[in-house]
Structures are given as structure tokens and as C-alpha cells.
């Protein structure tokens, strides 16, 4: 299973870049990890991203950081998107092809 590190500030400028990234992989398979452990800044377009991979794929998004999270939690995308404290956690979940 592809996992995707992103890293930095995402914004309406740097998200096509990720989008792409996450796109690509689920081209690749069922289930993509996203490591966000070094994602520094997150708005709007940022969760329109992961809510367009969502779509597309069992998207499972790691290493979410604080502000992230209340990002996720504020627009109760937290209930929707699947959240891991790990890259590994992640992969391990339920539901990962063998």
C-alpha cells in the first residue's frame, strides 16, 4: 500500500501538488496512508483535498497534528476520515489487502 509524506503549509497554492500525490496512489491501490507528521499549516482547500481522496479511496491519514486534528474536529471531518497516531498503525488496520 502507497503511503504519501506531506510536509510544510498547505494552502490554495501548494494543495494541487499533494491532491496529485494522493491521486496517483489510489490509482495504485485500494488503500493509501497519508503521514502528515510534518504538516505544519492546514485550511480549507487542504481538507477539500483529503475529502476529494476520501472519495476515491480507503484514505487513512497518520500522524495528524494538533492543528490538523482541530481542523478535522471543528468541521466534524473527524467522524468521517479514519485517523492513526502511526504510518504503521495505519497499514496495519483492518481492511489492508494482503
Not at 487513512?60 to 474536529?73: D, F, H, K, P, W
Amino acid at each position: 500500500m502507497p503511503v504519501v509524506a506531506v510536509s510544510g503549509e498547505f494552502d490554495l497554492d501548494s494543495c494541487p501538488l499533494m491532491l496529485e500525490a494522493v491521486t496517483t496512489a489510489a490509482g495504485e491501490s485500494p488503500v493509501v496512508v497519508l503521514d502528515l507528521t510534518a504538516v505544519e499549516f492546514a485550511d480549507s482547500t487542504f481538507l477539500n483535498v483529503l475529502l476529494r481522496a476520501h472519495q476515491l479511496t480507503d484514505l487513512r491519514l497518520a500522524g495528524v497534528s494538533e492543528q490538523v486534528a482541530r481542523l478535522l474536529e471543528i468541521t466534524g471531518t473527524d467522524q468521517l476520515l479514519k485517523l492513526f497516531l502511526t504510518v504503521a498503525e495505519a497499514a496495519a488496520a483492518p481492511g489492508t489487502p494482503v
